[in-house]
C-alpha cells in the first residue's frame, strides 16, 4: 500500500454477528484526504463498518464478513494481508480515550517500539512530532514522563490521536472521538480533525449532526445495517433524497 | 407497633448479630494468638534459630526446619510462578470456548479443592518413585507446586481479567501482535494481583505438613540441606513432631516454632497486601 492510495471502498459488503445481519450489501466509495462522516442511529452498523477498515472485528467471536473492503485498491479481507500492517495503515481512535497506564511519551512512542525500533533518537522525534501535530505538546512537554492518566479527558484523547499518528499511517478512522468528552475539548479535537485532512483520510463515526456538519465533507446515513444515502456533506445537510434521513437529519427520530 | 418499626427493629437485629458474629472468629483467633506467644515467646533467642534439632529439648533448635521452609519456599516459586502464569494467560487469553476447555476449567476449580495429603500421594508416586527423587527438597517443592498451582492460575486469570478491553484494543490498532499485547500492556497492568496471588499461594504452601510428610520428609535431619536433592525438614513437621511428645518442654519448643512460622506468614501476607495496594494507587482506569 503506498500513501498515496489510501481511497477507501466498499464493494457488496455484507457483515455478520452470528446469525445477525449486521450490515447489508453496502458500497461506497470514499475520497482521500477528506473526512466522510458516518452518521445513524444506535445500532445501525456504522461503528461496524468502521471497524471493518481496520479488521478490528476480527477478535469477536462469530463475526465474518462477505465482499470486499479496498484500501488503496486492494483487498483488506484476503488472506495474505497482514493484519499487523494493515493497522499500521489505518490508525484508529476510540470513543473514549483509552491511553495505556504507562507515561506519555510511552504511550506515543508504542506503536514504533512494537515495530522494533529502539533508537532513542528516532523515537523522541516522533513523540516530539507526534504530539506537536495532535496539538498536544505544549501542553506536557515538560511532564512526557509523567503518567498519562493524569490527563484531563480531552487531553487523553488528543493523546491518543498523537498515538495513531505516530506509526504515520494514510488513514484514520475515528469512532466518536468526541462524544465522552467537554465542549472545548470537542472545539479542539475538530479543530484537529479539519488539520489533519490534508494529510490523511479520515472516516469518523459520530451522533453529533451539528459535528459532522462542521468537520466532514462527504456524510454516509446508515439504518439498520444499511447504507441509505451518501452525498456531500452540504448537498446532504439542505436536500437529503430519503425520507429517513430527511427524518433522522431533523431530529425525528434516532 | 408499625411496618417500619419491625423493619428498623429487623435490621437492628442483623446489625448485632453480624457484629457478634465476626467477634467470634477474632476472640478465637486472639485467644490462640496470646496463648501460643505466653508460651513460647521467652523461648525464641539465637541458640533456638541457629541450633540443630536435638534428642534434649533445652538444646534443640529449628535451624533446618527454617531453612528448609526458605528452601521450599524458594524452589516453589521458581516451579510454580511460570506454570501457573502461563497456564493463566493461556486460558484467558488463548483459550477458546470449547469442550476441553470447559473440562480444563472445571477441573482446575476442582484442584483448588482436593485436600492438600492427596497431593502428597500423587507426590510420592510421581517425584519420590517414578523421578527417582527421593525425599528431598525438589520433590517436596515440585508436590507444593501441584497444590498451589490452581490457586494462582485462578487468581493470575481473576487479574489479567480485570485488564479493560479498552487497553487491549488500544494496542491492537497500533498493530501489535496478540503476545507484544499481552506482554507490553496485560502482563504488567496485572502484575499487582498476580503477585499477591502466589504470596499468598506461596503462605498457604509454607502451612502445609501433611503433603511432604508422605513424601518422606523427616523431622530429624542433622544437616541443613545445600542442594535441592538433600533431605529436609520443614517448620511445619518439626511443629508436629515436637507438639506429639509427652514432654512439656517440647510444647514450649513448639509454641516458639509456630511463633516463626506465623511471623513468616504475617510477612508474606503483608507483602501482599502492600503489593496490591500501591498497584490499586498506580492503575486508574
Redesign the interface.
Known amino acids: 500500500m503506498s500513501k498515496t492510495a489510501s481511497k477507501l471502498e466498499a464493494i457488496d459488503l455484507n457483515a455478520y454477528y452470528g446469525d445477525f445481519h449486521a450490515l447489508k450489501n453496502i458500497n461506497i466509495d470514499m475520497e482521500e484526504k477528506a473526512v466522510t462522516a458516518f452518521i445513524g442511529p444506535s445500532g445501525c452498523g456504522k461503528s461496524t463498518f468502521l471497524r471493518t477498515f481496520?479488521r478490528?472485528n476480527d477478535?469477536i467471536?462469530g463475526f465474518r464478513v462477505e465482499g470486499q473492503i479496498l484500501i488503496g485498491g486492494q483487498d483488506i479481507y484476503q488472506k495474505n494481508v497482514r493484519?499487523?500492517?494493515?493497522?499500521?495503515e489505518v490508525?484508529?481512535v476510540?470513543q473514549?480515550p483509552?491511553?495505556?497506564?504507562?507515561s506519555i511519551y510511552e504511550n506515543v512512542v508504542?506503536?514504533l517500539?512494537?515495530?522494533g525500533i529502539k533508537k532513542k533518537s528516532v523515537l523522541e522525534e516522533a513523540a516530539e512530532t507526534s504530539l506537536k501535530r495532535a496539538a498536544l505538546w505544549d501542553e506536557v512537554k515538560d511532564k512526557l514522563h509523567k503518567s498519562a492518566?493524569a490527563l484531563s479527558g480531552g487531553q487523553q484523547q488528543r493523546l491518543?490521536i498523537a498515538?495513531?499518528l505516530a506509526?504515520s499511517p494514510s488513514v484514520l478512522l475515528m469512532d466518536e472521538p468526541a462524544s465522552a468528552l467537554d465542549p472545548i475539548s470537542t472545539a479542539k479535537v475538530e479543530e484537529l480533525i479539519y488539520e489533519l485532512k490534508n494529510d490523511y483520510t479520515i472516516v469518523i463515526v459520530t451522533h453529533n449532526m451539528q459535528q459532522a456538519g462542521r468537520v466532514s465533507d462527504s456524510t454516509a446515513f446508515f439504518y439498520m445495517g444499511e447504507l441509505v444515502e451518501y452525498a456531500k456533506t452540504k448537498t446532504m445537510f439542505t436536500s437529503p433524497k430519503d425520507n429517513r434521513t430527511q427524518n433522522y437529519i431533523t431530529g425525528r427520530f434516532g | 407497633m408499625t411496618n417500619s418499626d419491625i423493619n428498623r427493629l429487623k435490621d437492628k437485629a442483623f446489625q448485632v448479630f453480624g457484629i457478634f458474629c465476626t467477634f467470634i472468629g477474632l476472640v478465637v483467633l486472639a485467644v490462640f494468638l496470646i496463648d501460643i506467644i505466653v508460651e513460647g515467646i521467652t523461648r525464641i533467642d539465637w541458640d533456638f534459630l541457629t541450633n540443630l534439632p536435638s534428642r534434649r529439648a533445652s538444646r534443640a533448635g529449628i535451624l533446618t526446619a527454617w531453612v528448609g521452609t526458605l528452601w521450599i519456599l524458594v524452589l516453589t516459586t521458581l516451579i510454580a510462578f511460570p506454570l501457573g502464569v502461563a497456564a493463566g494467560v493461556y486460558l484467558e487469553e488463548y483459550g477458546r470456548?470449547n469442550r476441553l476447555n470447559n473440562f480444563i476449567e472445571i477441573n482446575i476449580a476442582n484442584l483448588a479443592g482436593v485436600p492438600s495429603i492427596i497431593y502428597g500421594l500423587l507426590g510420592l508416586e510421581i517425584f519420590v518413585r517414578q523421578m527417582n527423587l527421593g525425599g528431598s527438597l525438589l520433590a517436596g517443592a515440585l508436590t507444593l507446586s501441584l497444590l498451589i498451582l490452581p490457586i494462582i492460575i485462578v487468581t493470575t486469570r481473576e487479574a489479567v481479567k480485570a485488564v479493560?478491553r479498552?487497553?487491549r484494543?488500544?494496542?491492537?490498532?497500533?498493530?501489535?501482535?496478540k503476545w507484544?499485547t499481552i506482554w507490553?500492556?496485560v502482563l504488567?497492568?496485572s502484575f499487582g494481583g498476580i503477585l499477591t496471588g502466589i504470596i499468598l499461594a506461596l503462605s498457604r504452601a509454607v502451612g502445609e505438613a501433611a503433603p511432604l510428610i508422605v513424601i518422606g520428609a523427616l523431622a530429624y535431619v542433622p544437616f541443613t540441606p545445600s542442594s535441592p536433592f538433600d533431605e529436609f525438614t520443614v517448620l511445619p513437621i518439626q511443629i508436629f513432631n515436637w507438639t506429639s511428645r509427652p514432654q512439656e518442654e517440647f510444647l514450649t519448643n513448639a509454641a516458639a516454632a509456630i511463633i516463626v512460622l506465623l511471623v513468616i506468614t504475617f510477612l508474606l501476607n503483608g507483602i501482599a497486601v502492600y503489593l496490591r495496594n500501591r498497584q490499586q494507587k498506580?492503575?486508574?482506569?
Open positions: 481496520n478490528m477478535y467471536e493484519v499487523d500492517e494493515l493497522r499500521k490508525g484508529m476510540f473514549k483509552n491511553p495505556f497506564p504507562k508504542y506503536g517500539k512494537i515495530q492518566l491518543c498515538r495513531a506509526i | 470456548k479493560p479498552s487497553v484494543d488500544g494496542s491492537y490498532a497500533l498493530g501489535a501482535s507484544q507490553n500492556q504488567p497492568a498506580k492503575v486508574k482506569w
